[in-house]
């Protein structure tokens, strides 16, 4: 299937300059959907994994299906403030600006095999913090994997050392 068909760009969103990739006629799509799930399955090396993690919020789309799939659990980063119980933070810097991720302490034990997954890999700094938490906490990244990826940005330079996939380039 050409999943390329399903994402549009938006010009200057959500600042002048940037080119937004926008995902949610794919989204729209049931037998796109489920063959972006299937695809993205199709990318991970056949390894255990414990949890899949995803990145508030557009990561949220298909992480959980991807632990499902996976007989793994779902572990939910968020913006800064949002989780309710005690938090790892990390602040990035992104194509257009910087922000905080959190994550719950208690969510990845020392050992745990994790597979990281967000809709876009840009400059990488999303993925970057969110690998570095998952290793604070004593977590192995198994795998990096993207619905698509915007090679112009070198997000995969920030993820060095990491095994990165995406279903789609750009």
Do not use: W
Request: charged share 25%; proline share 4%.
């Amino acid at each position: 299937m050409d999943f390329k068909k399903f994402v549009r760009d938006v010009n200057d969103f959500p600042k002048q300059g940037v080119v937004f990739k926008d995902i949610t006629p794919l989204l729209k799509n049931p037998e796109a959907l489920q063959k972006a799930n299937e695809a993205m399955l199709q990318l991970l090396d056949s390894q255990k994994i414990d949890y899949v993690v995803g990145m508030e919020s557009r990561g949220f789309f298909f992480a959980p299906m991807l632990a499902a799939r996976l007989q793994a659990g779902f572990i939910p980063v968020r913006k800064n403030g949002k989780l309710p119980h005690d938090t790892i933070t990390a602040s990035y810097s992104l194509e257009y600006g910087d922000d905080t991720l959190e994550m719950h302490t208690d969510s990845i034990s020392k050992g745990d095999r994790v597979l990281i997954h967000d809709d876009v890999l840009a400059t990488g700094g999303t993925a970057r913090a969110v690998c570095d938490m998952v290793e604070k906490l004593g977590g192995e990244v198994v795998q990096c994997v993207f619905l698509l990826e915007i090679k112009a940005l070198k997000g995969e330079e920030k993820l060095n050392g990491f095994k990165v996939t995406s279903l789609m380039e750009y």
